[in-house]
């Protein structure tokens, strides 16, 4: 099923799941901050990788379930992990070493322009429609009117750690349309297999580049790295996985817009942030370009109704 097959009530399911998905992953970025405070990056990547991939291991040995053992679908899982995992979670981590938790999501949540793209250049799978160009203009419009032009004021300095930034960016809506080959696995599957697989590939390099029996993390760095595997990882994973099959790439990726205001929202309750008029009406675009990416059109809704 796709967004535009699903009856309403599991529509409104797979949304909810869209806006859990957008939180948990908005609230990576502030994890990342404080983690690799005191633990480098690699290292801090590669335990996230191990931790989020055994938790998931863990669960489906419970549910009796086995990994897959087909060697076609564990190749996968390693392509899967690359751009998925291994590649943009390190360009991120290493970027925030020196760029704001905010700057980087603002960067990151460009992730549904680079798929739409990617989508009508390449793959073609899914319909380019004047509704979900639409979601894409307003999306953007909204996270520059949350954020304001003064958030950008940066951007010209550290112009490499921006660039990987966006190059993580373009990785995820790789990932994006890759993972729809996953279609028939249980979630956890994909989610597990790719997991274990970037920390196969993220230890050793983290032995032999951060020594990390040299380290000495602090209480934050370790609850931000436990927070981070956990919630925005092993359970962000699953949930992905199956709104790829579900809402489909371009709309899945469109949570990436949601993680902005999410964002906004934390600061205004815990931290005591405040939010202009302007950004309340960003607000507003960002969820009218997240509806329009992923609600089906009233004819096809009443056709699944009967």
């Not at 409104?12 to 806006?19: H, N, V």
């Not at 053992?69 to 991120?92: G, M």
């Not at 999501?105 to 322009?113: A, E, Q, R, V």
Request: proline share 5%; net charge positive.
């Amino acid at each position: 099923m796709t967004a535009s097959t699903l009856p309403a009530p599991s529509l409104a399911k797979e949304i909810a799941l869209l806006a859990v998905l957008a939180t948990l992953w908005g609230a990576s970025y502030t994890f990342i901050k404080i983690g690799v405070e005191t633990i480098p990056p690699v290292t801090f990547i590669a335990a996230r990788t191990l931790i989020a991939g055994g938790l998931l291991l863990a669960i489906i040995k419970l549910r009796r379930l086995s990994l897959p053992r087909d060697p076609a679908i564990w190749k996968r899982f390693f392509i899967q992990a690359c751009i998925n995992s291994v590649v943009p979670f390190t360009l991120i981590a290493w970027a925030e070493l020196t760029v704001d938790a905010g700057l980087a999501t603002i960067l990151n949540s460009t992730t549904p322009i680079f798929t739409f793209l990617l989508t009508v250049l390449i793959t073609r799978h899914e319909a380019v429609t004047t509704r979900k160009l639409f979601g894409v203009v307003a999306g953007v419009i909204g996270i520059s009117l949350i954020i304001g032009l003064e958030a950008f004021n940066g951007v010209g300095k550290e112009v490499l750690a921006h660039l990987a930034i966006v190059a993580a960016t373009i990785s995820y809506a790789a990932a994006a349309i890759f993972g729809r080959g996953f279609k028939g696995l249980d979630p956890m599957m994909p989610a597990a297999g790719s997991l274990l697989c970037g920390a196969v590939l993220l230890i050793p390099v983290s032995l032999v580049i951060d020594q990390p029996w040299t380290i000495v993390p602090s209480t934050h760095s370790i609850l931000a790295l436990l927070g981070l595997s956990i919630f925005s990882t092993a359970l962000a994973f699953v949930i992905y996985f199956r709104l790829i099959h579900t809402l489909g790439s371009v709309s899945t990726t469109s949570q990436a817009y949601l993680r902005v205001p999410i964002g906004v929202g934390i600061g205004v309750l815990f931290l005591g942030e405040s939010l202009n008029p302007t950004a309340w009406i960003g607000l507003v675009c960002v969820i009218a370009g997240v509806a329009a990416m992923t609600l089906p059109t009233r004819r096809r809704v009443a056709a699944t109704a009967g």
